[in-house]
């Protein structure tokens, strides 16, 4: 079974552009979370989407958006890049009901923003 | 809110000695569920080991066990016979029970293994 993948692995990219993240779950897995990943922060929450919608979010300003197509794959968009973006964000893929509480993390993308 | 703390920001073992990683949370709800992350140098997050609250028996998973302690809100880690492979930033990670697939995690404490 194939896990979870998340592309691009690494992305330089200048302040005030913007960047789309893909993270691809577990086949049968439909619920996809987003986190971000900084020395000074640790790792926080920015949103999970189940079925194609928005169950919970973090507190990121509104530049953090993301979305979840029909296959479960999900994608995050950060708008007007700041230097403070820069981060590894992790995703993560779960059933998203049931008993079986595990999430399963992809390799995370690199963000550098300059 | 839940906050999960990790004290011990760094921690070093002697290869097969054993080690224990502590961590603490904060919560108001009575179901929930505590993880233990693995992340090495790839990155990659690995579950290690997973509690649910309800459960009063404490999780093992081969080398990797916890102490539970419901009460006192604490949740540590015990890693025995400890190997060079277990050399990583380690995580606790508190989610509440129910259709809420949100992770709360603590600042990490990094695990060196001396040969």
């Known amino acids: 079974k194939a896990g979870v993948t998340q592309t691009p692995r690494y992305l330089i990219k200048t302040r005030g552009q913007q960047v789309t993240l893909s993270c691809s779950p577990i086949s049968g897995h439909r619920s996809v979370s987003w986190y971000q990943q900084t020395p000074g922060q640790g790792l926080q929450f920015l949103f999970e989407y189940f079925s194609e919608t928005q169950r919970n979010k973090g507190n990121f300003p509104g530049r953090f958006s993301g979305r979840q197509f029909s296959n479960s794959r999900s994608e995050m968009n950060v708008s007007t890049l700041e230097l403070g973006d820069s981060a590894l964000y992790l995703c993560?893929?779960?059933?998203?009901?049931?008993?079986?509480?595990?999430?399963?993390f992809g390799q995370g993308t690199r963000l550098t923003v300059v | 809110a839940q906050t999960v703390t990790q004290s011990q920001p760094e921690m070093s073992v002697q290869e097969a000695e054993t080690v224990t990683l502590s961590c603490t949370y904060d919560t108001s709800e009575s179901d929930y569920y505590l993880f233990w992350y693995k992340q090495p140098p790839s990155r990659q997050m690995i579950l290690v080991i997973r509690?649910?609250?309800?459960?009063?028996q404490n999780a093992t998973e081969n080398r990797f066990s916890v102490n539970f302690q419901k009460a006192a809100k604490s949740f540590s880690l015990k890693i025995s016979d400890s190997q060079l492979g277990d050399a990583a930033m380690y995580f606790c990670?508190?989610?509440?029970?129910?259709?809420?697939?949100?992770?709360?995690f603590g600042k990490g404490t990094l695990l060196t293994v001396n040969p």
């Open positions: 993560a893929s779960s059933p998203g009901q049931g008993p079986n509480t595990e999430a399963f």
């Open positions: 509690q649910e609250a309800y459960k009063q």
């Open positions: 990670a508190y989610r509440r029970r129910g259709s809420n697939y949100k992770l709360t």
